[in-house]
């Protein structure tokens, strides 16, 4: 999906309130390295580097290419934990997992070989909410929940 060049003023526009003005040729420069991105990462990387950057002089094309990989993160992030319209969808229907009650997690019992003992583990259940939650791990590992082995979906009736 390229971006329009009305779409990409837009942007560096609102970039501009808050730094030195970009100037034509380099704004031309800016549209064509950047054009190639989905307009709603560039508007959210904007909004991330009016939040977080510190410097007068406008970014440069990596610094803008960052804070768009960081936004693209944080919109597959917000996506994949929409949860809540699951849980939302049926509510006032009771549990529609038997296994999670509708919490996404499982506690399973297992062995642990250095310790010589059985203990208990939360792992991500099968159904839709359980799904859910670890995609949204997975898209981003770092926000929330602590490193998980890639067993999802494994304890399924």
């Not at 501009?16 to 420069?29: F, H, R, S, W, Y």
Request: proline letters at 4%; hydrophobic letters at 30%.
């Amino acid at each position: 999906m390229i971006i329009t060049k009305s779409e990409f003023n837009k942007c560096m526009a609102r970039l501009e309130t808050a730094t030195e003005p970009l100037g034509d040729i380099k704004a031309e420069l800016y549209y064509e390295r950047l054009k190639e991105n989905d307009f709603n990462v560039l508007w959210k990387a904007c909004t991330i580097l009016l939040d977080n950057y510190k410097y007068k002089r406008f970014p440069s094309i990596g610094e803008i290419k960052d804070a768009m990989h960081d936004a693209d993160r944080s919109i597959k992030y917000a996506k994949a934990c929409e949860v809540g319209a699951l849980e939302k969808e049926h509510f006032g229907e009771g549990p529609r997992c038997s296994r999670c009650e509708d919490t996404g997690w499982v506690v399973v019992n297992e062995y642990d070989e250095f310790y010589k003992q059985e203990h208990e583990r939360a792992v991500n259940c099968s159904c839709p909410i359980g799904r859910a939650r670890y995609d949204a791990w997975r898209t981003n590992p770092s926000k929330d929940l602590p490193p998980m082995k890639d067993r999802a979906y494994e304890y399924e009736d």
